[in-house]
């Protein structure tokens, strides 16, 4: 099969989907890999390191879409993007349609078979996500903290305070991948930090796991009450490709301390606030209700390096079965790839995708005739 890996295009996105060794395997499977030049330049890899893997660089994303099957992305395809797509393509990336009714009817109208990472369930657990979620959570307490300093317009709090003076308190909103990381870093600063979950069996996990924080059930007679005390607060609530609840009003927005923080990782699901908006890591920050938000709509594209390794650890394997079976092939294989399936031929196969946009949708094991 041929391969294409494009330079991602979405603002302050550095990341590239596939890491040069990762190229070498495919090609050594005796499939062609199309990369566009300086495609991982943004994480430190060149055409040159491509080349000697096996790659051929091309000019720009026309010759990637032009001659490419596949293509790899990690994030959704911006709208130049979707205006190349064709039936024939299988495009293999992060797409969190749920957030974007524009994206969603343009692949439809493509006709191209979209496959999410974010989608992909093996045995309950989101493994192409996970890496990413991680990130997210790592970066989230780091972030909020530093724009709870006072030059940075917050409320001049530091999370782990001093001897003598109480440390800062920190709420995430989610018990997941992402918010036990967040929680894990902010505990690690010193913060104050307490979890709202809904599945107890989790609560227990954390409780057991997570010494000396504590665990909520997450309710909002619950989050009402811990938000006027709040110095930092962690949406990493996630519902498998749906759009995040809105758990947060602005109403409660206004009882939380003046200069205190809100970091949104589920922005890409739409946010779990009414007042968020999806920002950029050039201007990663806007303020509502004297709060500042930070709603980086990918937020692990800042250590790109890192990040694009992660991904391509639980990607490569994924990549390799779809180039050597083909679509039907792979998921009559691995069934599991069938949840990660969006879009078929026009048609949308996502569950939750069709909920959030009233359209329509068909089980993407029939419309794809397996």
């Known amino acids: 099969m041929k391969i294409g890996i494009p330079r ?12 040069p ?18 495609a991982g330049e943004g994480s430190s890899y060149t055409d040159h390191q491509y080349e000697a893997q096996g790659a051929r660089i091309v000019p720009d994303a026309e010759a990637v879409f032009g001659e490419a099957e596949m293509i790899v992305k990690v994030k959704e395809p911006q709208p130049a993007e979707v205006a190349m797509l064709e039936p024939r393509h299988i495009l293999f990336t992060y797409l969190h349609l749920a957030a974007s009714k524009d994206l969603t009817e343009g692949l439809m109208k493509s006709g191209c078979t979209a496959i999410a990472y974010e989608t992909i369930e093996v045995n309950g657990h989101l493994p192409l996500l996970e890496p990413m979620s991680e ?35 920190v709420v995430v909103i989610g018990g997941g991948t992402a918010g036990v990381n967040a929680a894990r870093v902010a505990k690690g600063i010193g913060a104050d930090v307490t979890i709202l979950e809904v599945d107890f069996d989790r609560m ?4 057991i796991t997570m010494d000396g924080t504590r ?28 759009a995040a609840p809105k758990l947060i009003t602005r109403e409660m927005l206004r009882a939380m301390p003046p200069g205190s923080v809100f970091v949104d990782i589920a922005v890409d699901q739409g946010g779990c606030a009414e007042t968020t908006r999806p ?27 890192t990040a694009t390794q992660a991904l391509c650890n639980v990607t490569q394997r994924w990549v390799a079965l779809l180039a050597e079976e083909g679509v039907a ?40 005739g397996i």
């Open 8 to 19: 991602e295009i979405k603002a302050q996105e550095h990341r590239v989907s596939m890491i």
């Open 21 to 38: 060794g990762a190229v070498g395997e495919l090609v050594r499977r005796g499939h062609e890999v199309l990369v566009e030049s300086s």
């Open 135 to 169: 990130i997210a959570g790592r970066m989230s307490s780091i972030v909020g903290s530093y724009h709870l300093a006072k030059h940075a317009g917050g409320r001049g709090i530091l999370l782990g305070g001093v001897p003598g003076v109480a440390p800062g308190r």
């Open 204 to 207: 227990r996990f954390l409780d």
């Open 215 to 242: 665990t909520v059930y997450s309710n909002e007679t619950n989050l009402v009450e811990l938000l006027p005390r709040v110095d930092l607060v962690i949406g990493a609530v996630l519902v498998p490709g749906a």
């Open 279 to 305: 920002t950029t890591h050039q201007a990663p920050t806007f303020v509502e209700e004297d709060v500042i938000h930070y709603c980086v709509a990918n937020m692990p594209g800042a250590y790109a390096r």
């Open 329 to 368: 092939g792979a998921c009559s294989r691995h069934p599991d790839l069938l949840g990660g399936i969006n879009c078929h031929g026009g048609r949308l196969t996502c569950g939750p995708v069709g909920e959030a946009h009233g359209i329509a949708v068909g089980s993407a094991a029939s419309v794809l």
